[in-house]
């Protein structure tokens, strides 16, 4: 079955720059979406088609890709950003839908 | 502003079916392009997609659960439903419903539904 591999941890000091990277063989031709979610918390998307930001999310979130691997960046960490973060695409048929395993982003 | 509500038992259970529903608030279920998705989270771990089912009735769902996930709407309610078969222990999770099927742009705040005897 089909997987995306994500680191299981990221660490940065407030203010840094914080980059999460999502890898799938299929990525090339899916887009890839991004969700945070804090403890007790429903995920949120904050990344769409790769690269575009929902209305309402900050603009130090991005999303880039190249080839396998999907990136979401966040500039200049704040403490609120600590949180799991997950991607999400499908397969080469687009039929079955797979998230990432999470990274948690520690905010030091 | 669209808002989900997921409801139903929180214990289930081994080999019984969990069943689980979610109201649809703040728009028609029925009205736009939307899938209406399922997704499950055990304790500690990563978000798993069931399956996800169109405006239209059809329906796709995660080829590991197949067998055992029946997922349906009911547009006069503004509501869609879960039913997974024959569950054990693994199947312990908090349960969302989403809007969309790829993308999820609405979550509602999820349900833990526990099986245990």
């Known amino acids: 079955s089909y997987e995306l591999t994500q680191p299981p941890s990221v660490s940065v000091s407030p203010g840094q720059t914080a980059r999460i990277t999502c890898s799938g063989d299929?990525?090339?031709?899916?887009?890839a979406y991004w969700y945070q979610q804090k403890p007790g918390q429903a995920p949120v998307l904050v990344i769409y088609k790769d690269s575009e930001r929902p209305s309402g999310i900050p603009e130090r979130f991005s999303g880039s890709s190249s080839g396998t691997t999907v990136t979401l960046t966040i500039s200049g960490v704040q403490a609120e950003d600590e949180a799991d973060y997950y991607c999400?695409?499908?397969?080469?048929?687009?039929?079955?839908?797979?998230f990432g395993g999470g990274t948690k982003l520690t905010v030091l | 502003q669209v808002q989900l509500q997921e409801s139903g038992p929180g214990l289930v259970k081994p080999s019984q079916t969990l069943s689980l529903t979610c109201t649809v608030s703040?728009?028609?279920?029925?009205?736009?392009?939307?899938?209406w998705s399922w997704i499950r989270q055990p304790a500690g771990k990563g978000l798993e997609w069931i399956g996800r089912?169109?405006?239209?009735?059809?329906?796709n769902y995660n080829p590991s659960l197949k067998s055992r996930v029946t997922i349906s709407v009911d547009t006069s309610k503004n509501q869609f439903s879960l039913k997974l078969s024959s569950v054990t222990a693994a199947d312990t999770a908090v349960y969302y419903c989403a809007r969309g099927g790829s993308p999820f742009d609405y979550w509602g705040q999820g349900t833990l539904v526990t099986v245990s005897s």
């Open positions: 089912i169109y405006t239209s009735g059809s329906t």
């Open positions: 703040g728009g028609s279920i029925s009205s736009g392009s939307y899938y």
């Open positions: 299929a990525l090339p031709k899916q887009y």
């Open positions: 999400q695409s499908a397969d080469s048929s687009g039929t079955n839908v797979v």
